[in-house]
């Protein structure tokens, strides 16, 4: 039944889904979203420098597992956090359990989390909804460090590592996950989910883009990611709390950061159609009198 045998098979798997993506949000070819991409990167300082922003928080997230070394704790809270919880998710996989639905659930948690991502970037920079990318960028950067306190000192292991009635149903359709992804994941970083507060975060952002397609995918990436990380196994309900909080935080501040970032670019770099426009009225009504 596995789907995924290496991580090589989730990028290929990621490269399609992203350009799917883009020509579903845009109704274009994919390379007209990422010809905006690139030509937004070479024109505009601000747009380069809210991406690497955004890149750089991601890139630090690669070496958390490296930090937490740096910052050993003798402790665990996963009792005081989760342990009124008991192994819910195990019932939840006995009443559900699917071949299909493990499948589902894994390309969703593995696959369509990033990709959404990254098609997000080249929707909005295509559609020039620039206070939705700045915001976007914002959120992101927000997400991952005031996660990254809680992953460093506030330990909370995965469901299935807890409770012997809970699968790891994961390792179905992804059996080298230990050992390929889990250096990008630690066991014990479950609080709060960033799959949950990450995927709502772009569901939010999505539902305020004005493109209803975009919008309703977005939901339903978030909806399906918030459904997987209890039916593999992963998290806990405390742990989607979390994330909720976290999306709802991280989102409305980016909304902010992204207003006023958009107001600041449109003063820097007016729109040039819309410059010609006002100009060609005014002269007209100028030689009219």
Known sequence: MAAFDSMMSIVVYSV?????????????????????????????????????????????????????????????LTRALSGWEGSWQGDLQRYLHSDALTLVCAFFYLVSFQS?????????????NFKLYYALCVAVLLNYLIALPFFLFVPVDEAWFVSPQIHFLMLDAFPRFEADYRPLSGLDNCFPSLHTSLSVTMALLAARSGNRRWALFAAVNAVTIVFSIFYLGIHWFTDM????????????????????????RSALDPDKTGFRRKWFAEASRSSGS
């Open 16 to 76: 399609i889904a992203v350009a799917l993506l883009l020509w579903f949000g845009t109704g274009r070819h994919p390379l007209a979203p990422a010809g905006a991409f690139v030509k937004s990167l070479v024109t505009s300082p601000m747009y380069l420098g809210y991406f690497l922003a955004m890149l750089a928080i991601l890139i630090l997230n690669k070496f958390e597992l490296k930090l937490e070394a740096l910052f050993p704790v003798s402790y665990n």
């Open 116 to 128: 959404t991502l990254v098609a997000s970037i080249g929707i909005y920079t295509y559609e020039r």
């Open 241 to 264: 709390i979390g994330g909720l909080c976290l999306a709802a935080a991280a989102t409305a501040i980016g909304l902010k950061v992204g207003e006023r970032a958009d107001r600041r």
